[in-house]
């Protein structure tokens, strides 16, 4: 096996997470892919696994999107 390209800039982060689960308020730390902001778009987080440890595949749709105190996006 080998690498032939470096397809993009993410940065692997350890993120403690918030979910909502069976009506409580969980949190617990879960690897991430951090996505830098590009376009209009700021800084997002991917979850890679589930707050119960199993992985994930990199899937945009989870894409969690960072705001600062005034509620606007971003910039990692």
């Keep these: 096996m080998r690498v032939k390209n470096i397809l993009s800039d993410i940065t692997l982060v350890i993120a403690d997470l918030e979910v909502h689960l069976n009506g409580e308020l969980r949190s617990s730390p879960t690897l991430c892919a951090l996505l830098p902001a590009s376009g209009n778009q700021g800084a997002r987080v ?3 696994n589930t707050p119960d440890g199993r992985p994930i595949l990199l899937n945009m749709g989870n894409a969690i999107a960072l705001e ?8 990692a």
């Design 46 to 48: 991917v979850p890679l």
């Design 68 to 75: 600062d105190a005034d509620g606007g996006p971003l910039q």
